[in-house]
T-cell receptor
């Protein structure tokens, strides 16, 4: 459960879609989450997906889960400058309340 | 509803000293987790407390310890500080019912610890 990987940086133009990817290793994870961290702040929960689902849509956010490949992605439609932040994926274990976070992807939105 | 409050916001210590960080969870939340965030390692899980008991523990040395009080407030202590302990320490609270698996964490803004 401790190896959760993300690419470090992503840069997109305002109005384009952003796709942030995450790979994890523990197939026993129950829920997978996306958190957002703005400068000087803690992490804020954006969305989550149960491990037996393959897609979840929440307004501009779409989460895709490929459990076979242990791959999670977050798509942000119509990316805005306010979306510039670090995005973390995280997986929770069946025991509950123990989370493993990815390394974080720093998203920069260019006006 | 007040969010998760961490104090102090910034702390500067020297090697060998000890430090205590404090976290007040969201009212009604019974679980408090602590994470260490560094640029190279990302977020590393330290430990989780529920009803004054440590329920989960990460892979950190015994110099890192914590406790939770009856009002769910939690403190984290680091003894014999090392340069590598410089990090942002984040506290997160959740409802934390035993056996729940979809726990939404609510994070504080963190304590930035610098060890000189």
């Amino acid at each position: 459960g401790e190896d959760v990987e993300q690419s470090l940086f992503l840069s997109v133009r305002e109005g384009d879609s952003s796709v942030i990817n995450c790979t994890y290793t523990d197939s026993s994870s129950t829920y997978l989450y996306w958190y957002k961290q703005e400068p000087g702040a803690g992490l804020q929960l954006l969305t989550y997906i149960f491990s037996n689902m393959d897609m979840k849509q929440d307004q501009r956010l779409t989460v895709l889960l490929n459990k076979k490949d242990k791959h999670l992605s977050l798509r942000i439609a119509d990316t805005q400058t306010g979306d510039s932040a670090i995005y973390f994926c995280a997986e929770s274990m069946p025991t509950g309340n123990q989370f493993y976070f990815g390394t974080g992807t720093s998203l920069t939105v260019i006006p | 509803k007040a969010g998760v409050t961490q104090t102090p916001r910034y702390l500067i210590k020297t090697r060998g000293q000890q430090v205590t960080l404090s976290c007040s969870p969201i009212s009604g939340h019974r679980s408090v987790s602590w994470y260490q965030q560094t640029p190279g390692q990302g977020l590393q899980f330290l430990f989780e407390y529920f009803s004054e008991t440590q329920r989960n523990k990460g892979n950190f040395p015994g110099r890192f310890s914590g406790r939770q009080f009856s009002n769910s407030r939690s403190e984290m202590n680091v003894s014999t500080l090392e340069l590598g302990d410089s990090a942002l320490y984040l506290c997160a609270s959740s409802a934390g019912g035993a056996g729940w698996t979809n726990e939404k964490l609510f994070f504080g803004s963190g304590t930035q610890l610098s060890v000189l």
